[in-house]
Every structure is written in structure tokens, then in C-alpha cells.
């Protein structure tokens, strides 16, 4: 079975706490449900069919001025098969971590894109007026919440998936589950 146990070192002493039956493991599934609520339906009102027309990150690539990585979206808005490939990506992209997220299946590997994402989104909007704490930096550390604590291990496919003889005879897979 699968456990949620975790063993730290806070400044040279070792902590041991288990959090799937506590009120922490409630508020790690509540963040991912969240989460994969947030990004299913940002992706699910890119796609045309829902949107009416077709998604074009065209206008938001070849804006980002003031951004760190402008001379990267330039070039993508620039490159047709690469917008063309990033206009398709980000509406399914989207939808399938929050799939996952919602399912709890796979749900370190829809954390780190889903964490990917929100890196590229963080940097590209760059709106660091007021700070540089902003929803797009908090997003990213809520990905890092959700693939760190294996959120996909309560309430989740993961869970059941780790258990499979598949995952058992191939225990690196569990890095992508949890």
C-alpha cells in the first residue's frame, strides 16, 4: 500500500509525520481538485468548439515586452509550426493536467507541466509593479504542493495504480504517480 509518510530535517533535527489521515491530507487533496478544476476548465474555454473560434496565443506571445523571456515568446509568435503547435497545446495541455489533477492519475507528471506552465505564465505576463509575488507565482507553488506532498495517492487513481503488479515490478514509476 501506498503511504504518506515523510521524514524531515528541520535545522539538524529529524521530524517524522504521516499527513494522509490528518486535516493535512484533506487540504492537499482540496489543493489538487482545486487546481485541476482551475486548469480543466481554463483549457476546456480555449477549445473552439466552446469558444467559438479557435485559440491563438499569437497576440499574447508577441506582446510580452517587458518580459524576461520576450526574446522566446517573440520567437515562438514568429515560428508558424511552433505557434501553430503551442496554439494547440495550451487549450489540451491545460484540459489533461486538470484531468489528472481531478482524477489524481499521474498526478506528478500533470504537476510538473502543469508547474511548466505556470513558469512560462509567471515569467511571459511578467507584472512585477507590485511585487513579485503574483496568482501566476502562486499557481506554480501550488503545483509544487500538489507533486511534492503525492497528491494522487489520497482520494486518487494513483493509489490504486501503485498497487498493480505493473507499478510494483517497476518502482520508478512512482515518481510519476503520487
Known sequence: MATNE????????????E???SVAGYVTVLV?????YWF??????KFAFVAGEPFSAAGYLANAGGSPISGLLAFVA?????????NFMI???????G?????????????FFG????????????????????GDLLGLLMFVLVGTFAAGRILGVDAFLEETEFVQQRPKLRYLLG
Do not use: C, K
Request: aromatic share 14%; charged share 15%.
Open 6 to 17: 515523510a521524514t524531515v530535517d528541520w535545522l539538524g533535527r529529524e521530524q517524522e509525520f
Open 40 to 45: 480543466l476548465m481554463s483549457g476546456w474555454g
Open 99 to 111: 484531468l489528472g489533477l481531478i482524477l489524481g492519475a499521474l498526478t506528478r507528471l500533470a504537476a
Open 19 to 21: 499527513y494522509a489521515g
Open 115 to 134: 508547474g511548466v506552465l505556470m513558469t512560462l505564465f509567471y515569467l511571459g505576463n511578467a507584472e512585477w509593479a507590485h511585487g513579485y509575488v503574483n
Open 91 to 97: 487549450p489540451v495541455g491545460e484540459f489533461l493536467i
Open 32 to 36: 489538487r481538485l482545486v487546481v485541476g
Open 78 to 86: 514568429e515560428t508558424p509550426w511552433l505557434l501553430e503547435f503551442t
